[in-house]
């Protein structure tokens, strides 16, 4: 498996503990996650009916705000590996740095890709993408910047896992337009990666194309159960979204007492620059607080958001010893 947040395995192996007594914010997902409350026997029981996929899938137009055709995926991991399923192999343009999961999809199946660190350097791919806001540096972009770009490329693909809470930047709502793909997560704005559930939003063509390699059954029927009743949820969104606005700027503090640099970030999660962050992250792991390093960008330190108030406390106390 490639790098990724969330490997908590490795942190026991080096520092100790329970799965339980650790504070895992190496990875962008809530804390505070969506109430999931009691699931009825039968979306255990049942093969996932065509009608809950219909009705989860219209959650997602109403939470998203489009019309266009909507498919339920695997996370938005899954969307990823049906990418190739989309057109033969060409070039690939990656905005980078960012998930890695692309570059080595794409590469497995023939693309000749690469990674580009400038916008205006995607024009002229086969395929492009771009993660808006970005993981791991939250660089954000303009929804009319990115449909200029759009007829100067033969695809292009955004992913917006983070972008619930700054639903603006979201081209949710242009996606019905050809060669314009659209990724969405559930998982992290509502807290509940392990239920794995996302969405791809699209051209009718590519959502054919998409729904026919994912099979019958592309997500759980508690998966189905779960995600209307949080996608219809918009009280619970914005409450949530207000939350994280304050709980980024409570982190920014936290770390400028530290000498921190924030180089940026999404509402889930912020990004420093320090002289050594491996060494900050041994320092917050020795207090069972796991966090994302990159071997690339060696002054780089990933934080996800504290979710309870015990959270907090202890995480400013393990900074300050």
């Known amino acids: 498996m490639r790098e990724h947040g969330g490997n908590l395995d490795l942190a026991r192996q080096r520092f100790g503990g ?32 065509p009608s809950g996929i219909d009705a989860l899938q219209q959650a997602a137009h109403r939470a998203y705000r489009t019309t266009a055709p909507v498919i339920a995926t695997g996370g938005a991991q899954a969307a990823i590996q049906l990418l190739p399923q989309l057109a033969p192999p060409g070039r690939a343009r990656i905005l980078a740095p960012t998930y890695n999961e692309y570059a080595a999809v794409l590469s497995a199946a023939g693309w000749q890709v690469e990674e580009v660190g400038e916008f205006d350097a995607l ?16 660089r954000r972009h303009a929804p009319k910047d990115l449909l200029a770009l759009l007829p100067r490329l033969g695809r292009l693909v955004v992913d917006e896992s983070f972008a619930d809470a700054v639903p603006e930047l979201s ?71 207000a939350r994280l606005v304050r709980d980024c700027a409570r982190l920014d503090d936290l770390a400028q007492s530290q000498g921190w640099r924030l180089v940026g970030g999404a509402p889930l999660f912020r990004l420093y620059e320090m002289p050594d962050a491996r060494a900050v992250q041994d320092k917050l792991a020795c207090g069972h607080i796991w966090s994302r390093v990159f071997a690339e960008h060696p002054t780089w330190l990933r934080l996800g958001l504290p979710g309870a108030e015990t959270e907090w406390e202890r995480f400013a106390e393990v900074l300050a010893r």
Not at 21 to 40: F, K, M
Not at 124 to 138: C, K, R, S, T, Y
């Open 123 to 138: 024009v002229g791919a086969d395929l492009a993408i771009v993660v808006n806001p970005n993981n791991p540096d939250g």
């Open 171 to 241: 081209l949710a709502a242009e996606a019905g337009q050809p060669r314009l793909l659209i990724l969405r997560s559930f998982g992290k704005f509502y807290g509940l990666a392990g239920l794995r559930l996302g969405f791809a939003i699209g051209h009718a063509a590519d959502i054919a194309k998409l729904a026919a390699a994912s099979g019958p059954w592309p997500v759980s029927g508690a998966a189905i159960s779960i995600g209307c009743s949080a996608l219809r949820d918009e009280a619970w969104a914005k409450a949530t979204s």
């Open 18 to 49: 329970r799965a339980e007594d650790w504070i895992d914010l190496s990875t962008g997902i809530n804390r505070l996650p969506y109430p999931v409350g009691e699931i009825a026997a039968h979306h255990w029981q049942a093969l996932p009916s």
